[in-house]
């Protein structure tokens, strides 16, 4: 699998190798396919060189035979290729359950990363070899690209939403981070290195960094700074939904229609509360957007997930109201 | 057998003296008056063709000089020759003046304009003067742009993309798409001109399956050309109104989708990707039939191809927007269509190789394009089958791979078939032959410029160098440089023809109606052709590309092209 090809970045992730055999594979077509095509005009164009001025071509009509075949044959042969390439791709969209979980925060013109014990990193993302590592990516501002050639991962990262994805480290090393989506001024100075570690030195780096304590931890004082917990009781006394057990079950709201409690879900009720109100509840929560960053909403969907697993006090997991609904707004 | 031959011959040489027996009228389109206003205000479609000349040529040494401020930059991977800012704008002019003021309108509203109505035997385009207002909107839309150039330019990137432009960039960005916007105007007109001639004004006995393929090509951009274009209008108006009302369809924080621009924006800007390479498809069609002497291997095929290169185009704008976060699934659906979509330019590759066998091959400079041409086309076809591959865009989006894959495209498809169509029509269109010996130099200059600029490219992207990069790490600089050093051969290529072709208007030797011994209605005309085109409509009783007349067609079997190629006979057995 892991072979080696020219002009190629250093195969760092357990999915380089495999993009890397596509890639072969398709160049080896190309070169086959240009110069099967080349010779053929070489020796025709020699072959049948106009010989005196006034010498025509002989007509020949064509033929439907041929036609098919060369039609047919790219087709398959694309088909082919194109099964090859997108199962690489459902592969890399979908992250594994058990994961090194970062979140990461772009803004022009740097990168930003949250460890869930507390460390934080500029330009700079402290992984260990071996596991497999899931981020969760947003911005400040406009769209950035997190590109990390040693990996061969792409993704870019969408002012008010939720990106994710994964990758599996298999070699130490350092590699370039590089934003791939240009994003103005200093695009090209947006860039920054991934550190693949030995665990066990990854072990003593966690345990150097941890000042402020775990992100869900910091998310819980922002929970209580912000005044969130007047309303969101635990003991389903409040104004809204209890927020214990939410993360992760299906939520239903208002109009009927129903989700899973995601990051993504999380962060629009925070910033546009209205977008969906969940049964039961009235549409009285204020927006918080423009009052909490994009780190301290990552702080607060932490901490939203982290009790996600606890008992909901007296509510019912999915969320339902303990008095009776309110009439439709 | 050898009674048909002499007889083949014979009947050329009648074709030959025919063409000959043309005799140039005194006066002629370029004579037939005089003065500044005689230009400004011609309705006569060959003078807008030859005003669209000097527009398109102009933004060509403008968009050029910007690619020249790249190139200086990147031959060191610190930013020193410029201020990343100002590199910025070199980069987003580049591509704004080189895709809507001179690849989009260059062969359509030179060469088509020039030559649809002489084609099919029509005395002009069916509205002429809507096609000379088309010219005055290109202008107008180009004012625009020069001025959004002139108070500074406009960094976005020729894409746009929101939230960049809409919220955060200083450029001027609202001035610079205004004039993208009015210029998608006279793109419509063009095509909509080309449809309602092609339709209604074809010569008394030239039927559908008896156009050149030139034509069909026409036919196809104009399609898209009239489909296409207003979403772009749309999609630049919104993000005029984001950027100065913020009507919030975009911003985020407005409730907008930033992504929903690119779906916008793509949704025109891949099928102008065939805007630029249909019509210089149909030169090489052109190229490659009269310079074998002899009619196009699967005519029908390659005049399906071009329409269904046309309406596939329409399917796959979302193969932009694989890392963009956009549904796995969509991602898949957009894959299997650009599959779809290479298969008639594949097709069209078989059937121009296919037509060289038993042709009767000239070497001349038109020629040599069009094997330019071939060449880089598949280099850039097959690379696109390396985009389409999901798997891999994911790491080679954004980056060089992707700039040198359409510049193949674009530069190797596109601007090769411009070329080679220039030098194939210049006597018919000025009456004059340009020197030829200085022509093939020149193609071969273009061809060694061009590979030594673009395919480090390829390589520097499957590295990891992201594109519109200011300064760059320093493993990226070998292949760089050896990428500007690529450009200024390209670029010294691309002067002599400008210079020899200025030369000739003057001191070139006089052309004859049909120096090519080239077959269609163009070649029937004097060189250059009276304003009216014709002396009186031509009857059209032949076929395409009909060298020879039918009854001596053979059609070929597989086993025969097998047996040719594996085993040549010697020569002169037959």
């Not at chain 2, 389109?29 to 807008?48: E, F, M």
């Not at chain 2, 005395?123 to 002429?128: E, R, T, V, Y």
């Not at chain 2, 004059?432 to 600029?453: D, H, K, Q, S």
């Not at chain 2, 077959?519 to 304003?531: A, D, I, K, N, V």
Request: proline content about 6%; aromatic content about 14%.
């Amino acid at each position: 699998m892991q072979v080696p090809i020219p002009f190629s970045p250093e195969q760092a992730s357990s999915y380089s190798g495999q993009v890397d055999a596509l890639y072969g594979f398709l160049c080896a077509l190309t070169f086959l396919v240009g110069i099967v095509i080349s010779l053929v005009i070489i020796y025709f164009a020699i072959k049948y060189r106009r010989r005196h001025d006034t010498e025509v071509g002989k007509p020949i009509e064509g033929s439907t035979k041929l036609e098919l075949a060369w039609s047919i044959i790219p087709f398959c042969i694309s088909m082919g290729i194109f099964v090859w390439g997108a199962s690489l791709y459902y592969k890399m969209y979908h992250a594994p359950g058990e994961a090194l979980e970062v979140y990461v925060v772009a803004k022009q013109w740097m990168w930003k990363f949250q460890h869930l014990d507390g460390q934080r990193e500029i330009n700079e993302l402290h992984v260990p070899v071996g596991r497999k590592v899931k981020l969760m990516l947003t911005t400040e501002d406009v769209i950035h690209s997190f590109f990390v050639p040693a990996f061969r991962v792409k993704l870019d990262v969408v002012p008010g939403k939720y990106s994710t994805m994964w990758f599996e480290p298999t070699k130490a090393g350092r590699y370039h981070l590089f934003c791939a989506e240009y994003c103005g001024t200093s695009h090209s100075g947006m860039i920054g290195w991934i550190d693949v570690m030995e665990a066990a030195e990854y072990q003593s780096w966690l345990s150097g960094g941890a000042g402020e304590g775990s992100l869900a931890s910091s998310g819980e004082k922002l929970f209580q700074q912000l005044a969130c917990n007047t309303c969101h009781r635990s003991d389903a006394q409040g104004r809204g939904p209890v927020l214990e057990g939410v993360f992760g079950k299906e939520v239903q709201f208002q109009d009927g229609q129903r989700l899973i409690a995601d990051e993504s879900y999380i962060r629009e009720s925070i910033i546009t509360p209205r977008a969906k109100v969940v049964a039961g509840f009235q549409p009285i929560m204020p927006t918080f957007q423009g009052q909490v960053s994009e780190e301290q909403l990552l702080q607060l969907v932490a901490y939203i997930k982290s009790i996600g697993s606890k008992s909901p006090g007296a509510a019912s997991t999915n969320a339902q109201p303990a008095k009776p609904a309110p009439p439709q707004q | 057998m050898r009674n048909r031959r002499s007889q083949r011959r014979l009947s050329n040489r009648v074709f030959m003296e025919i063409a000959e027996k043309v005799i140039p009228p005194r006066t002629h389109y370029l004579n037939a008056t005089y003065g500044v206003k005689s230009w400004l205000l011609t309705t006569d479609h060959k003078r807008i063709a030859l005003l669209y000349l000097a527009s398109v040529t102009f933004f060509f040494f403008l968009g050029g000089l910007f690619a020249v401020g790249i190139r200086l930059e990147l031959l060191t991977p610190k930013g020193d020759f410029v201020q990343a800012e100002t590199y910025n704008r070199m980069f987003t002019m580049h591509g704004v003046v080189m895709i809507f003021f001179f690849l989009i309108p260059a062969i359509p509203a030179v060469l088509g304009n020039f030559l649809v109505p002489l084609m099919i035997g029509a005395k002009d385009l069916a509205f002429p003067r809507i096609n000379l207002l088309s010219w005055y909107i290109y202008t107008l839309g180009a004012a625009f742009t020069v001025v959004a150039i002139i108070l500074g330019g406009v960094d976005t990137g020729w894409t746009f993309y929101t939230p960049y432009s809409s919220t955060y960039s200083n450029g001027n960005v609202v001035l610079t798409g205004v004039g993208a916007f009015i210029t998608g105007f006279s793109s419509i007109l063009t095509g909509l001109n080309f449809i309602v001639t092609i339709h209604t004004m074809r010569a008394p006995g030239l039927t559908w399956f008896r156009l050149p393929l030139f034509i069909w090509s026409h036919y196809a951009t104009s399609l898209i050309m009239i489909l296409g274009t207003p979403v772009i209008a749309v999609t630049l108006l919104l993000l005029a109104l984001e950027r100065i009302v913020h009507i919030g369809i975009f911003d985020p924080a407005l409730g907008g989708d930033p992504v929903l621009f690119q779906h916008l924006f793509w949704f025109y800007s891949h099928p102008a990707v065939y805007i630029m390479v249909l019509p210089a498809m149909g030169v090489i069609s052109e190229l490659v039939a009269n310079m074998t002497r002899k009619n196009i291997f699967g005519y029908k095929f390659v005049a399906f191809a071009s329409l269904a290169i046309a309406v596939f185009g329409f399917l796959v704008w979302g193969h932009h927007l694989f890392v963009s976060t956009q549904s796995v699934y969509a991602g898949m659906m957009f894959s299997i269509l650009s599959y779809a979509v290479a298969v008639p330019s594949a097709v069209k590759v078989f059937n121009w190789t296919a037509t060289l066998y038993k042709g009767s091959i000239s070497y001349n400079t038109p020629m040599l394009y069009a094997f330019g041409f071939i060449g880089f086309f598949i280099i850039g076809g097959m690379t696109g089958l390396f985009l389409a591959a999901l798997g891999v865009d994911v790491h080679v989006h954004d980056t060089y791979f992707v700039v040198a894959h359409f510049h193949y495209i674009m530069v190797g498809g596109t601007i090769m078939g411009y070329l080679g169509g220039m030098h194939y029509w210049w006597p018919k269109i000025t009456g004059r032959m340009y020197p030829e010996a200085w022509a093939r130099f020149a193609a071969l200059v273009i061809f060694v410029g061009f590979n030594l600029t673009f395919f480090p490219q390829f390589l520097l992207g499957y590295m990891g160098m992201p594109r519109r990069y200011y300064a760059y790490p320093e493993e990226f600089q070998v292949l760089n440089v050896m990428s500007s050093a690529g450009a200024s051969i390209l670029g010294i290529g691309y002067l002599i023809p400008m210079i020899y072709f200025i030369w000739s208007m003057r001191y070139g030797p006089h052309a004859s109606a049909n120096p090519w011994g080239a077959f269609g209605l163009e070649w029937r005309t004097s060189s250059p052709p009276p304003t009216l085109n014709f002396e009186k409509t031509p009857v059209v009783t032949w076929e395409a590309y009909e060298f020879t007349p039918r009854d001596e067609m053979v059609v070929v079997s597989v086993r025969d092209l097998l047996d040719e190629t594996l085993r040549p006979r010697p020569v002169g057995s037959e």
